[in-house]
């Protein structure tokens, strides 16, 4: 489980918040690039037990945008492998979409404790890595491929500026890690009733799209007896909305695994949004507030 090998659960590092994400309301409201935003989430990922705290930290502006984030083992996990990993994208936001600029990750733990760093240019994406890549894959991702690609944290951005649930969850969105391009392909989105734990964060009007990952290059060559020809298996993310007319989070991801139920919860959040043209129906959900539970709920 590392940055540059995201697996579906991983991918809460890729799409932990969507505040611009709106459901369709009676008053329309600024683009999150307008009046921008801060916003940090802390979730947690659990097997059976807690095993995973992850952090993610977001601001944007009409300017640009930064992203970060933390993922780090705990409990039963953190005995049979310590993880710890770190990743930041900051980059410019043009007419309401994000582009990706510079996407660094580090892990600090582990052996290699390897950093890398991928950049973004006009017509060029470079990648630098220490240790270098044991190999780019086979096939490797190619420019046009790197280019068609934005890193997980500003795809998560992209995904915040997308103003609309239905256009959010009917399309794929390509992903370059510095190494790996990969789709996720989303589903209709669905309506979903809110849990305790939703409630007790102050989440609103829940829906549900089912993601499917798919693995396009940059991955190492598999044997024809060892690949599997079956579709892959979608996973889910809800959506919920920080009171109404606030800003769109990720409230949960959850996949299938031969262990159970593995899920990622959204359990404590900090909202700031700026800007002038602040509904004032809405600014008491705006302010800065924070929100936070310390057992799981269903």
């Known amino acids: 489980m590392t940055f540059e090998k995201l697996a579906p659960l991983a991918f809460a590092l890729a799409l932990l918040l969507a505040p611009g994400a709106a459901a369709p309301q009676?008053?329309?409201?600024?683009?999150?690039?307008?009046?921008?935003?801060?916003?940090?989430?802390?979730?947690?990922?659990?097997?059976?037990?807690?095993?995973?705290?992850?952090?993610?930290?977001?601001?944007?502006?009409?300017?640009?945008?930064?992203?970060d984030a933390r993922l780090v083992s705990t409990g039963i996990l953190a005995v049979i492998k310590?993880?710890?990993?770190?990743?930041?994208?900051?980059?410019?936001?043009?007419?309401?979409?994000?582009?990706?600029?510079?996407?660094?990750y580090q892990h600090l733990s582990g052996k290699s404790h390897r950093k890398a760093r991928t950049t973004w240019g006009q017509n060029e994406v470079v990648t630098t890595s220490s240790p270098p890549f044991n190999g780019l894959g086979d096939p490797p991702a190619s420019l046009a491929q790197k280019l068609q690609g934005s890193d997980p944290l500003t795809t998560l951005m992209r995904l915040s500026l997308e103003g609309a649930r239905d256009s959010l969850c009917r399309k794929p969105y390509y992903f370059f890690d510095g190494k790996q391009f990969?789709?996720?392909?989303?589903?209709?989105?669905?309506?979903?009733?809110?849990?305790?734990?939703?409630?007790?964060?102050n989440l609103v009007n829940a829906f549900r799209c089912d993601v499917r990952y798919r693995a396009l290059a940059g991955y190492a060559a598999k044997s024809p007896e060892k690949k599997d020809h079956s579709p892959p298996k979608p996973f889910q993310v809800d959506f919920a909305q920080v009171g109404v007319g606030g800003p769109w989070v990720i409230s949960r991801l959850g996949a299938a695994t031969p262990l159970g139920w593995a899920t990622i919860e959204l359990k404590r959040l900090t909202v700031q949004r700026g800007g002038a043209r602040l509904n004032p129906l809405v600014a008491d959900s705006l302010r800065p507030t924070r929100y936070g539970i310390e057992q799981s709920s269903n």
């Open 26 to 67: 009676d008053t329309p409201q600024a683009p999150a690039s307008e009046s921008g935003f801060r916003l940090s989430l802390g979730y947690d990922g659990g097997l059976l037990l807690k095993v995973l705290d992850i952090q993610i930290d977001e601001r944007a502006s009409a300017q640009g945008f930064t992203v």
């Open 82 to 104: 310590h993880i710890d990993e770190i990743a930041s994208s900051r980059g410019r936001i043009v007419a309401g979409d994000a582009r990706p600029g510079v996407f660094e």
């Open 182 to 201: 990969y789709a996720l392909d989303f589903s209709e989105p669905r309506s979903s009733p809110p849990s305790s734990r939703e409630t007790t964060l």
